[in-house]
């Protein structure tokens, strides 16, 4: 039993946006995975609601004229992972959301939920900022495209406006064309857990395979939201592969994160396993691309 | 006569499990009971000086609010302990229904009763608690510091109880030269049970009585305990048990019964329900005592241990629940497991701001094993001996007499098991391989031991009644007040029935659910008691009902008693094995008889006198990544020696769930609280890192079968031993695996962590 004060179901996008428009303090809800455990604590109890989860326009994956990728807000964490286009050119985002929860979470959580709400431990999200992707918004005046790492605003806050709806996450092709990528998630349990810190890099080798033409690694808590280390990035662009190199690339993530302390683990701790991380997550994706170390 | 016995039957309870037909308490609860949501404090100590209850009255559907301001004044016990009629050794009554003496953040100041959660919840946010707040302590040494919070007023400096084991001389015989001094500090956690159903229960008043439906282990002692803290006579109380979906000894306690039955009474008898969620549960229910154990030994070079100490402080909690009875336990094994002549031992209960501690799976045991276990190894690591050949010179010997349970090893238990582990694991193989690593990613093998009392002879009353009730086609009824609670005791129970009575198993049908108007007395499901006391009531009730059928069946056949056996549900002559009649045919005449009518039934108390020894041990296989902290168990056996297995295949899956929850106290589970506000951190399941399915690996389970022989069916105690070993066991083997002795449990990431650095294994 649920303490709602109202529920409200869109029938498309366009009716979702005058809902929001009705009724300012309701609580946008999708797959419900975050919304119904924070009103069952509490947090959102006697709230209303607009469910979207009927609108299956923002359902899949699809590739755009121009070569984006078009991930539909609505996709489940489950049809990420199993999705071909997903699986031939971003692998590391359905490696990286098959980490989320356990299975039945993977089936009804979205990655538009998972990116609203604003979390930093959010299993897409680091993966999102690495491939530098885009944010779709639908509101009163059309759409709005912003990058990701605008999006996110501060910890639990993102750039949805009045009446807006996310709608779809789009990567374009320069940014996952010959690109690999490996993801950590490290958490105290293999299942059923948060990231106590993820680890996303990807990498675009030279055709020789014998030098990084492009690296880009997020962090997620390592911050109040997912960031990139752009210093490590920087170092290793246009370098030979090698080892060296991937030890210097996990030793400058040290310049750009800012983990904290908490109960659930300490700083030093995690800054430590963020240094570990980026050099295992580096050289996989350089395997990946075909490099040899 | 073992037909039944000894094999792995279906579960009695699987098809309505599986299919889901079983009811529990809330399957059960007519849907329009009125909901019980409890107001926990949100200080660690203090008074409640005022609730405002006004706004949340104002709520509609709002039905009643209580506070502790209207309790009655009545302390009552909480501990699932039989009772005693002796003053002295009854448990501890400290509780109130509800508490103005608040001393934990999760304690029970109020409660709202509303037409349904919702109300309920949001009555239960309006209520406004005003405290007076007093200072806190959660450390259980520091509880027993001259300045600490008082939180109890008999007990000085927090302490409970306090007892000690004497033996030899310590302080003299520690002098011989060229002795060895190995001393530890071992810690482990406050964990929870984490069930899967949740506690809850439902009451409601009949005919000037109440009646409560309750998820718990202990029908008849929770019925004493709601006619306790009522302050009305036990007859009046009416406890239902149905199926209940788990309770590792949370529910050996009496929980929210009281304060439920209570709700009622202030409701007009009406059907109230009161349900803990998850986070509750964690809190407000019971945990595992933390115990710190402080262990010197004093070794010869050749690993005889000459003098011990040991010293053991029981993190209480707020309320005595199970109290001293836990540490007692495990400081009770340290003697026994490996003899020595010269020891000091004590052990303190002691009361800290914490949720209360009562009884776990192991009753003090894990924590004993873990610092016991880990000390063997770091005695073998001082002395340069091998952890396997100073166990098999020092642990208890065979032929071993316990001089208190009169318990004795009668087998080679320990190196059979043992033995048959290492076989398992290829440790042998293993240990040599793992030697002298180095790099980043190693792997090491441990070994634990453990020892396990069965039952609570002769600390406390064991006792056990059984009804049989036979049917017009031959089939029978039995009841004891013995409780399934998942462990398939039912079927234990079901078998042995079968084979003692004389009927085939598809005759036997058991009444699971228990109800203290109708079913006989029995104390419930603890100390791993039930398989080997209720072994006794089955085979003497049997024998009765046997008797009786038997001599029914001579009146119908004129045979001599002494020539008549009931084999396979026939009656049988025994001298030329002529089937003479179905035992069906034998009751349809006898219940249907114009002359002599007979309702065929046996019913009889068994009170048991012994006690007996559960054996075994764990090896783990594990594979460290240094860099990264982490652990990956790969290889994890257990091995007992419970006597002969009722139940093979349930035995096993006994095993399985006790190295489950094993593996979680080595590696994962600790609930942690704020040092400045003494709040619970992560009670819930998100948070609290209970370890999952793919973090196992396969779990091994073997046995080694020495009947035991006071038991009629030659077992002993399975419940509790697999969840003694695992910890320690995973512990050693990453102390081969790195050469680092972590004298803390879980051994989480965040403890590799700082052990490693320590150890110059990580860098900076």
Redesign the interface.
């Known amino acids: 039993m649920y303490d709602m004060k109202a529920l409200y179901q869109a029938k498309d996008v366009a009716d979702a946006v005058s809902l929001r428009l009705q009724h300012p303090e309701a609580h946008i809800i999708a797959g419900g995975s975050d919304v119904l455990v924070q009103m069952r604590e509490g947090k959102r109890a006697g709230v209303e609601l607009i469910s979207i989860y009927g609108l299956d326009e923002l359902r899949g994956v699809t590739m755009e004229d121009d070569g984006t990728i078009r991930i539909g807000s609505l996709t489940s964490f489950s049809h990420i992972t199993k999705d071909p286009i997903i699986q031939q050119y971003i692998n590391v985002l359905g490696e990286a959301v098959d980490q989320v929860g356990g299975p039945q979470i993977r089936n009804i959580g979205t990655i538009g939920g998972n990116t609203c709400n604003g979390v930093t431990s959010a299993d897409s999200a680091s993966t999102l900022h690495a491939w530098d992707a885009i944010v779709e918004l639908t509101g009163p005046n059309g759409v709005r495209r912003l990058p990701i790492h605008e999006f996110y605003i501060k910890a639990g806050k993102v750039d949805i406006r009045e009446g807006e709806i996310q709608t779809g996450i789009l990567v374009k092709k320069e940014d996952y064309i010959d690109t690999y990528g490996h993801y950590i998630k490290y958490a105290m349990r293999n299942a059923m857990d948060i990231a106590t810190l993820g680890t996303s890099v990807n990498v675009r080798l030279s055709a020789d395979k014998k030098t990084v033409e492009r690296a880009r690694i997020a962090f997620g808590v390592a911050g109040p939201v997912p960031l990139r280390a752009r210093t490590a990035e920087a170092l290793a662009a246009g370098k030979p592969v090698s080892m060296e190199l991937a030890e210097a690339f996990a030793k400058a993530v040290k310049e750009d994160i800012n983990p904290r302390d908490s109960w659930r683990a300490a700083k030093d701790f995690r800054m430590h396993i963020a240094v570990e991380s980026a050099k295992r997550a580096f050289i996989e994706s350089v395997k990946l691309a075909g490099g040899e170390l | 006569m073992s037909k039944s016995v000894g094999k792995s039957v279906t579960r009695v309870d699987a098809y309505e499990k599986a299919t889901g037909r079983a009811k529990y308490m809330d399957d059960l609860c007519d849907r329009g009971a009125l909901v019980v949501k409890i107001l926990h404090s949100t200080i660690a100590h203090g008074y409640v000086k005022s609730i405002d209850t006004t706004a949340a009255e104002a709520i509609p559907g709002v039905v009643r609010i209580l506070t502790c301001f209207d309790v009655p004044d009545i302390p009552f016990p909480t501990a699932g302990h039989p009772w005693s009629t002796d003053p002295g050794h009854q448990d501890v009554a400290d509780r109130l229904l509800l508490n103005r003496h608040v001393r934990y953040y999760g304690d029970d100041v109020a409660v709202v009763i509303a037409e ?3 109300i309920a ?2 009555a239960v ?1 309006a209520l406004k608690v005003e405290y007076e707040e007093l200072p806190f302590v959660l450390d259980v040494q520091k509880a027993m510091e001259d300045d600490a919070p008082q939180l109890h007023e008999k007990y000085a400096n927090n302490i409970l109880k306090h007892t000690d084991i004497r033996r030899g001389n310590y302080e003299e015989a520690r002098k011989e030269p060229g002795l060895i001094c190995v001393e530890g500090w071992y810690d482990t956690p406050t964990v929870q049970h984490c069930h899967i159903e949740n506690h809850g229960c439902y009451a409601y008043e009949d005919s000037g009585r109440v009646v409560v439906v309750s998820s718990t282990q202990i029908p008849h002692i929770v019925r004493r305990v709601v006619g306790q803290a009522l302050g009305i006579p036990w007859g009046k109380v009416r406890v239902i048990k149905p199926y209940i979906g788990g309770g590792f000894g949370n529910k050996q306690d009496a929980l929210y019964e009281p304060l439920c039955a209570w709700c009622s009474t202030q409701v007009g008898g009406r059907l109230v329900k009161l349900e803990c969620s998850r986070e509750e549960t964690f809190v407000s229910n019971r945990v595992r005592h933390a115990i710190r154990t402080h262990i010197i030994s004093y070794v010869r070079p050749d690993g005889t241990l000459v003098a011990r100490k040991f010293e053991a402080f029981s993190n209480q909690g707020a309320y005595a629940s199970h109290g001293h009875g836990v540490v007692a336990k495990g400081m009770g094994a340290f003697p026994q497991l490996y003899p020595c002549d010269n020891l000091e031992c004590d052990c303190w209960s002691v009361f800290t701001n914490r949720p209360a501690a009562g009884a776990m799976r192991g009753y003090g045991i894990p924590q004993a094993m873990f610092a016991g276990e880990a000390h063997i190894d770091d005695i073998c690591q001082a002395i340069g001996m091998d952890p396997l050949s100073f166990r098999r010179k020092n642990l208890m010997p065979v032929g071993y007499v316990d001089g208190f349970s009169k318990n004795e090893l009668y087998h080679d238990s320990f190196n059979q098991c043992i033995n048959k582990g290492m076989e398992i694991l290829g440790y042998e193989e293993k240990l040599k391989e793992y030697q002298n690593q180095t790099g980043p990613i190693r792997r090491g093998v441990g070994l634990a031991v453990f020892w396990y009392n069965t039952a609570v002879w002769p600390i406390s009353l064991e006792s056990s009644s059984c009804r049989m009730v036979l049917n017009q086609d031959g089939s029978l009824q039995f009841q004891t007040g013995e409780t399934e609670i998942g462990q398939g005791c039912d079927t234990a129970y079901s078998q042995m029935v079968a084979d003692a009575v004389g009927v085939p198993l598809k005759d036997v049908h058991v009444v699971s659910s228990q109800d203290t108007d109708i079913t006989p007395f029995g104390l419930g499901a603890y100390a791993s008691r039930q398989t080997y006391i209720g072994s006794f009531a089955i085979a003497q009730t049997a024998a009765a009902l046997r008797e009786r059928i038997l001599r029914i069946a001579h009146d119908q056949t004129r045979m001599p008693v002494s020539n008549l056996d009931l084999v396979d549900g026939q009656i049988v002559r025994k001298s030329d094995g002529r089937v003479l009649k179905s035992l069906g045919d034998l009751a349809m005449e006898c219940l249907y008889s114009l002359e002599a009518s007979e309702h065929i039934t046996a019913e009889t108390t068994a009170q048991i006198k012994t006690n007996a020894y559960s054996f075994g041990c764990s090896l783990a296989e594990v594979e460290v990544d240094i ?3 982490k652990v990956k168990l790969l290889n994890i056996v257990n091995v007992h020696d419970c006597g002969r297995l009722i139940n093979p295949a349930l035995a096993e899956a006994q095993v399985h769930g006790g190295m489950s929850m094993g593996i979680g106290y080595g590696l ?1 589970e600790e609930l ?1 609280f ?1 040092e400045k506000t003494g709040k619970p ?2 009670n819930n ?3 609290y ?1 209970l ?5 196992h690996p396969t779990l091994e389970a073997a046995f080694v079968e020495n009947a035991e022989p006071t038991a009629p069916f030659g077992t002993k105690s399975l419940g509790e031993p697999p969840a003694c070993s695992p910890a320690p066991a995973i512990r050693n083997a990453i102390l081969q695996a790195t050469g680092v002795a972590i004298d803390t449990c879980p051994i ?3 403890v590799l ?1 700082r052990e490693f650095k320590k150890a110059g294994l ?1 860098e900076e």
């Open positions: 349904n959660e919702v919840a949001q946010r860099p990264m902290c994962s942690k704020d951190l992560n399941l998100l948070d890192k370890s999952t399915f793919v973090d989480t990431p965040h962590y990580i």
